[in-house]
């Protein structure tokens, strides 16, 4: 195990609702990554958050938005949901983001979306 | 935009013998690679490659990083059962940005 949690561990919602997932980082580990995992396809990157401030973005749209607290937990917010949400949600965190550092992944959130 | 790219997407394999997974980058002023395992959810990390033609070596795996013709090798060698996975490969740049590739899934048959 990693030490990073993750909740809910799955979650079906409806298009155009809203959605929190949480991550709870390992203590001290100061960078938080979210990821989208489609079936059958690699993790494509949406966010990262260093020190409770957005450090660098993907490809998607500002509907997708987070937020990182000082207790190493952190939230991804996916506002007017749509079919193509439906995935995986992985949260990763790492040392300092400036050195190249492993990520220790969380365990994922299933979001459907109907 | 960067780009990483991951072959073959699938191989099945027999017990006992040896794979190599390739992952081929473009990623602006590039950091690191690093390879994980995925079987169920959580990736599990593998290797990290910073430099250029150090082997890194856990047990059967292996992994070797080329900077200069921007690729990298995961080798296997006496596979068994367990190694049954999906093996993603990440890249990452200065740009802040995290790139996987799409992964190859590995079947390992008795």
């Known amino acids: 195990e990693t030490g990073v949690t993750q909740s809910p561990t799955h979650l079906i919602k409806t298009r155009g609702q809203q959605v929190t997932l949480r991550c709870s980082s390992q203590s001290g580990h100061n960078t938080v990554s979210w990821y989208q995992q489609a079936l059958g396809q690699g993790p494509q990157f949406i966010f990262q958050y260093y020190r409770e401030e957005e450090n660098g973005r993907g490809n998607f749209p500002p509907r997708f938005s987070g937020l990182q607290f000082p207790n190493y937990s952190s939230e991804l917010n996916v506002n007017a949901l749509e079919l193509d949400d439906s995935a995986l949600y992985l949260c990763?965190?790492?040392?300092?983001?400036?050195?190249?550092?492993?990520?220790?992944f969380g365990p994922g959130t299933r979001l459907t979306v109907l | 935009e960067d780009k990483v790219v991951q072959s073959p997407l699938s191989l099945v394999v027999h017990e006992g013998d040896t794979v190599t997974l390739n992952c081929s980058y473009e990623v602006t002023n590039f950091r690191s690679l690093l390879w994980y395992k995925q079987e169920k959810k959580a990736p599990t990390f593998l290797f990290m490659l910073t430099s250029s033609g150090i082997e890194k070596k856990s047990g059967r795996l292996s992994s070797i990083l080329d900077k200069k013709e921007l690729f990298s090798i995961l080798n296997i060698t006496a596979t068994q059962t367990g190694d049954s996975a999906i093996y993603l490969c990440e890249a990452s740049g200065s740009a802040r940005q995290l790139t996987f590739g799409s992964g190859t899934q590995l079947t390992v048959l008795p």
């Open positions: 990763a965190s790492s040392l300092e983001w400036e050195s190249a550092n492993e990520q220790f």
